[in-house]
């Protein structure tokens, strides 16, 4: 069966500090991997997808990057962080193009 | 300009009763609709979803009805529980660009034992 963890599972982080949230996925080869945007009591934005090792596409720009070191890994991160970075991160797979997402547990980031 | 709607923002109803939550959409190109339910502070977790070659998809108690003429849906959900009790995301998507899913903003349903 297929688990996508994410880490950590929470973070309290000052404005203009550093970020790098995980995800893993584990039981799936060579899944399309995405990462998802959720404000507190709100949609989910679409950030950036990956469908291979190395390639990461971004969908809207938030002054973040993302990164696919390895098949079964997708990386969230900026140099310095907003207020208007906090919120609800959520990972996301799928087994190709036009497919099912199955979305990871999340990590919710406060930035004071 | 929003290109996934969701109505109502919220909704009540007692357990037992016929939920019934409603999606439009703009671009007349969305071609698969799934629908994710969320709990407070977990990932969304899809229920159910239709393609638009189909006008209704059943799951369980969970059932999508499509209209394409219209680009309307609604999710019923019959015999509410009040484990239904969530959020619930209707998403689009054209097919093109790797899957990017629109979402709307959410219906949030509350069932009262």
Avoid at chain 1, 46 to 51: A, E, K, P, V
Avoid at chain 2, 3 to 13: A, E, I, K
Avoid at chain 2, 60 to 72: A, D, H, P, Q
Avoid at chain 2, 90 to 112: H, M, N, P, V
């Amino acid at each position: 069966a297929q688990t996508i963890h994410q880490w950590p599972v929470a973070e309290i982080k000052a404005v203009g500090s550093p970020l790098s949230l995980g995800c893993t996925i584990k039981g799936k080869s060579s899944p399309n991997l995405y990462w998802y945007w959720q404000a507190t009591g709100g949609t989910l934005q679409q950030l950036f997808y990956s469908i291979t090792v190395g390639q990461v596409e971004s969908v809207v720009q938030l002054n973040l990057s993302a990164s696919r070191p390895k098949d079964d890994q997708f990386i969230l991160s900026t140099e310095k962080l907003l207020l208007s970075h906090s919120g609800f991160y959520l990972c996301a797979w799928s087994l190709d193009n036009y497919a099912e997402q199955f979305f990871g547990p999340g990590t919710r980031l406060t930035v004071l | 300009q929003q290109q996934v709607r969701q109505s109502p923002q919220s909704l009540t109803v007692w357990e037992g009763e016929t939920a019934i939550l409603n999606c439009s959409y703009e671009n007349s190109a969305f071609d698969y609709f799934p629908w994710y339910q969320q709990f407070p502070g977990e990932g969304p977790a899809l229920l159910i979803a239709i393609r638009s070659v189909s006008d209704k998809k059943e799951d369980g108690r969970f059932t999508i009805f499509f209209n394409k003429r219209e680009k309307k849906l609604s999710l019923h959900i019959t015999d509410s529980q009040p484990g239904d009790s969530a959020t619930y995301f209707c998403a689009a998507s054209d097919g093109e660009g790797a899957d990017r899913l629109t979402f709307g903003k959410g219906t949030q349903l509350i069932i009262q034992p």
